[in-house]
């Protein structure tokens, strides 16, 4: 579920975007919820932070919308902002308040779906999910996305990261389990991989930074519908 913000004080601009986000929510089979202001003051007057992206004009009669961007950007640094309006001198001013782009008027479906393509894509990588393990001395909190692969060794599992090695005394099956909604998959009795950071395979060899892992021939086959699926989904 994804929530979109629209303000937007022109009804006609706010009666095109519902009809291309609606045409967007049957295209890509995401679900939309669209929540819509008429002027800036609405939204940044005791705003929460409750959207994922606000589609936001710029020229409005009581609160502009940088003005209101600026407010917004004091209790929410997350929110993808997309600007909309018809006076592109306004791109700089645009990088006060990070916003991710601008859709210029008159609107067409085209630029607002690939506006709305790359909010996601940001999306996406400001996700962030930690696993916690014991180590020898306390707990360590891991990024899962910073993880490269798990070897199992001697019966214990080393996690390969961006930020070095740690160790932990379990089992590849029980970590398969614990990870099993996220992008890894068990390629051999004795690796599991992110795919996320494959780089290639050849024969098989799965090459993932400068390591190179080994995939079981019973499930090469599978391993590269995964990736090839975790591929396609990442490109959406």
């Known amino acids: 579920m994804i929530r979109i913000a629209i303000v937007e004080d022109d009804k006609n601009y ?31 007057i005791d705003y929460k932070a409750e959207y994922d992206i606000i589609l936001m004009d710029i020229e409005m009669r009581f609160m502009d919308g940088m003005t209101a961007a600026t407010k917004i950007r004091e209790k929410d640094n997350e929110v993808i902002l997309i600007f909309i309006t018809n006076m592109p001198q306004y791109v700089m001013e645009g990088y006060k308040v990070d916003a991710l782009d601008y859709v210029l008027k008159p ?40 993880i490269y692969f798990i070897e199992m060794h001697n019966h214990d ?16 099956r029980i970590l398969e389990k614990l990870l099993e909604k996220e992008s890894f998959y068990r390629c051999h009795k004795s690796f ?5 950071y494959v780089d290639s395979i050849q024969g098989c ?11 079981s021939r019973s499930k090469k086959k599978d391993f590269i519908d995964a990736l090839n699926n975790y591929l396609n989904e990442v490109s959406k």
């Open 14 to 44: 706010i009666s095109e975007l519902k009809k291309m986000l609606a045409q967007y929510e049957k295209e890509s089979g995401r679900k939309l919820i669209v929540t819509v202001f008429d002027d800036g003051e609405d939204i940044a």
């Open 107 to 146: 609107l067409t479906y085209f630029s607002l779906s690939q506006r709305i393509d790359r909010a996601l894509i940001r999306m996406k990588k400001r996700l962030t999910k930690y696993i916690t393990i014991p180590i020898h001395n306390g707990i360590q909190k891991i990024d899962v996305n910073k």
């Open 157 to 172: 599992a080393i996690f390969h990261t961006e930020n070095g090695e740690y160790v932990l005394r379990e089992s590849l």
């Open 192 to 196: 599991m991989v992110n795919l996320a």
């Open 205 to 215: 060899d799965i090459y993932i930074k400068d390591q190179i892992i080994q995939v």
